[in-house]
């Protein structure tokens, strides 16, 4: 039997609430898949800009929403990344 105190959820454990995006998007190899986590979309999309930067400059499909990404925000990823590349450059 296991010790309820590591069943227990404290609430000074639980993390502010997370977005998910997770999806594809077009490259020079193929379709690249994406899944990330962050405190927002802009986040999520900044944190992908890091590893892929033409993320946003071709197609793509991606569903995002906090706690469980289950919204089509393709067009508003797209919209942001190429606004993260104006704001960094």
Not at 49 to 74: C, I, K, M, N, Q
């Amino acid at each position: 039997m296991s010790d309820p105190k590591y069943n227990m959820v404290k609430r000074s454990h639980m993390k502010k609430p997370y977005y998910l995006l997770s999806g594809w998007y077009e490259s020079e190899y193929g379709e690249e898949h994406i899944h990330t986590i962050g405190g927002s979309l802009e986040d999520c999309v900044r944190k992908i800009l890091r590893e892929h930067p033409e993320f946003g400059d071709t197609d793509l499909g991606v569903d995002g929403g906090y706690l469980a990404a289950d919204y089509d925000v393709s067009q508003a990823a797209c919209q942001m990344a190429q606004w993260v590349k104006q704001e960094e450059y």
